[in-house]
């Protein structure tokens, strides 16, 4: 099992900035990938930005070239800095931990209890 805690979120006005932190605790596989997702009133969950514990990120085109995910292996800590926010930011923000048990191959998926971020215009 593995527990997800977050923090950071808040209220900030638009073109503000926050940073969202989430530590992992439990048994963490030396390769995962760690991300965040959100989950805006009335829509689905979508990722937002992924980073895998080699390095790779992975990042939704709306949030490009303002987020950044970051990765502190030795703490089973990721980040997300988020720039330049904008109303349709709003949402809920959930951390993900992704990984896969080898014997038996079996995917394993967690996540936080999220946190909110809100956006005023």
């Known amino acids: 099992q593995v527990q997800l805690v977050e923090s950071g979120g808040g209220l900030v006005q638009a073109g503000g900035s926050l940073r969202l932190s989430c530590a992992a605790s439990?048994?963490?596989?030396?390769?995962?990938?760690m991300g965040w997702y959100r989950q805006a009133p009335g829509k689905q969950r979508e990722l937002v930005a992924a980073?895998?514990?080699?390095?790779?990120?992975n990042y939704a085109d709306s949030v490009k070239g303002r987020f950044t995910i970051s990765r502190d292996s030795a703490k089973n800590t990721v980040y997300l800095e988020m720039n330049s926010l904008k109303p349709e930011d709003t949402g809920v923000y959930y951390c993900?931990?992704?990984?896969?048990?080898?014997?038996?191959?079996?995917?394993?998926?967690?996540w936080g209890q999220g946190t909110q971020v809100t956006v005023s215009s």
């Open positions: 993900n931990l992704d990984q896969v048990r080898v014997v038996p191959a079996t995917p394993q998926r967690y």
């Open positions: 439990g048994t963490i596989f030396s390769i995962n990938t």
């Open positions: 980073m895998s514990s080699g390095g790779s990120t």
